[in-house]
């Protein structure tokens, strides 16, 4: 059967002709290392460009051109919150990239190799390797290490009595495979991470936080696990299209909490609402459960600085239901998105506010 987007060449006189584009052949994904159970809280992620393993130095300059293209397919799937790509970077060795990621502010340093590829361009095969390894940041623990193959070939053309089929090479071959190997990468990691945009409802009342922190999840209780420096296991395997890729469900709820403009002090206004949090935290169904506390600024400022002020607003939070509340600190984790997770793009004050808003997800 010929593809609908084929080009046909029609002739009265001669053999009609029909193109197409050369498919990607790819190797099963192979996943050697991984974490176990699932991820609770969305992950920030710092990528550096790729490592080209090849001898040659004319071969540098695409160490940022394939990264790019292998960053923009995962950006498009949003598995995290921030994704920070800086072309350009040159490796200086795993403990600098790691400084680096630390640095930004990321929870995880994204790091791939390319030990193999040929260009062929529109004349010859073209190939790549990509070995893909994930690192927490914090502790330099390896969490992912993926490896897969992809080419397309130069293909001899199907001779058939009324027509003949023709395979043209693409003219950015890379493009289409680099891609394709970044959506198979990216299958594992929706099965692990939870999604970034969670649409929780905003709460404020005790009865209300409760409610929407013990709703009934399908998810079972062995598949859960806490953190994100989570012991990594040796395995070979291979995933395939049919591999589950729902994303973890966690129970969450917007507070409408208000700060001091530029400032991680919490405004009075908001404190019946935190007091409605730290009841529904202490109640039966939720004593001793750990959460994590996102902090979520307006659109206003640099994405550093609204990261930064983000984190802090959380650790308010988190120190008030200590002081007032009594709840462990070691059962809270405040964490920091920035403006990387806008819930309108509205520009009224009260479009800006709901913004500036702190999410609670129930860990456990």
């Not at 507070?255 to 949090?277: G, H, M, P, V």
Request: proline letters at 5%.
């Amino acid at each position: 059967m010929i593809s609908a987007c084929a080009y046909v060449d029609p002739s009265i006189t001669s053999q009609i002709k029909v193109y197409t584009d050369s498919p990607v052949r790819k190797s099963a994904l192979q996943i050697s290392i991984h974490p176990k159970g699932k991820q609770y809280r969305p992950l920030t992620a710092y990528f550096h460009p790729f490592v080209i393993q090849q001898q040659n130095s004319d071969y540098m300059h695409l160490s940022s051109s394939f990264a790019a293209i292998f960053h923009g397919a995962w950006t498009e799937e949003q598995l995290f919150p921030i994704l920070e790509f800086q072309p350009g970077t040159p490796y200086q060795g795993l403990s600098v990239a790691l400084k680096t990621a630390r640095r930004r502010g990321a929870d995880l340093l994204i790091l791939g190799m390319v030990p193999y590829f040929y260009a062929g361009h529109t004349v010859d095969d073209t190939a790549i390797t990509i070995q893909l390894n994930i690192y927490s940041a914090g502790n330099g623990n390896l969490l992912w290490t993926m490896m897969q193959s992809g080419r397309i070939e130069d293909k001899l053309p199907d001779d058939y009595i009324y027509f003949r089929h023709e395979y043209r090479l693409s003219e950015g071959p890379f493009n289409k495979i680099i891609r394709d190997i970044a959506m198979d990468m990216a299958v594992p990691l929706k099965a692990w991470l939870p999604a970034p945009d969670s649409n929780y409802r905003f709460a404020d009342n005790a009865m209300d936080v409760k409610a929407n922190l013990t709703q009934v999840s399908d998810a079972p209780d062995d598949k859960k696990s806490m953190g994100n420096d989570l012991p990594a296991e040796t395995t070979d395997k291979s995933m395939t299209d049919g591999d589950k890729t729902e994303r973890p469900q966690i129970n969450g709820v917007n507070l409408n909490i208000e700060f001091d403009f530029n400032k991680t002090t919490i405004r009075q206004k908001s404190y019946s609402l935190l007091d409605a949090l730290g009841e529904a935290l202490n109640s039966d169904d939720l004593k001793g459960k750990s959460i994590i506390i996102g902090g979520h600024t307006d659109t206003k400022g640099t994405d550093q600085y609204n990261l930064s002020l983000s984190k802090k607003r959380a650790e308010s939070v988190k120190t008030y239901l200590v002081n007032k509340w009594g709840i462990s600190q070691d059962l809270m984790e405040a964490v920091g998105y920035g403006k990387s997770r806008q819930l309108n793009n509205g520009n009224t004050s009260e479009d800006q506010q709901k913004n500036r808003r702190v999410e609670i997800r129930l860990v456990q």
